[in-house]
């Protein structure tokens, strides 16, 4: 019965089970005395998004411009429009850190609205294509 199993697990893909081979690739035993190597500490979340960047209009834009891409077209226009924040906003801050985070906001804005620019020169060149393509094919 086992050699029918590893026939059938081999037709499949799987590799023979051979006992000297698992032997071979054992780790070697650990070490009992002493210190262990620390490990290193991690953060909570190490994934791209967790940085400290705000959540502007732009990015949402951007995002909903894949669904109704003229959200594209006003995520461009944000590149040519000033931020200008409401007299009540962070009111409970400094002047200085309000200035550094309306910059941060600022340098994410542009990095989305250049995002929704590039989404929205890819789509029209990809209608150019297709237009002349079935121009050319038909003619």
């Not at 780790?27 to 994934?47: M, Q, V």
């Not at 949402?60 to 006003?74: N, R, S, T």
């Not at 020169?121 to 038909?138: E, G, K, P, W």
């Amino acid at each position: 019965m086992q050699l029918q199993d590893d026939r059938l697990a081999e037709f499949f893909g799987a590799k023979p089970h051979r006992a000297r081979a698992l032997q071979r690739h054992t780790p070697p035993p650990y070490s009992r005395e002493g210190e262990f190597e620390k490990l290193p500490a991690y953060n909570a979340c190490p994934c791209p998004s967790s940085d400290d960047e705000p959540i502007t209009l732009a990015r949402y834009l951007f995002v909903y411009g894949f669904f109704f891409p003229v959200f594209w077209i006003v995520g461009v226009a944000i590149i040519f429009s000033p931020l200008r924040p409401t007299p009540e906003w962070e009111v409970g801050k400094s002047e200085e850190e309000r200035q550094r985070l309306l910059a941060a906001m600022r340098v994410s804005e542009l990095k989305w609205a250049k995002r929704s620019l590039y989404a929205l020169v890819s789509l029209l060149v990809i209608i150019i294509v297709l237009v002349a393509t079935f121009v050319s094919s038909r003619g």
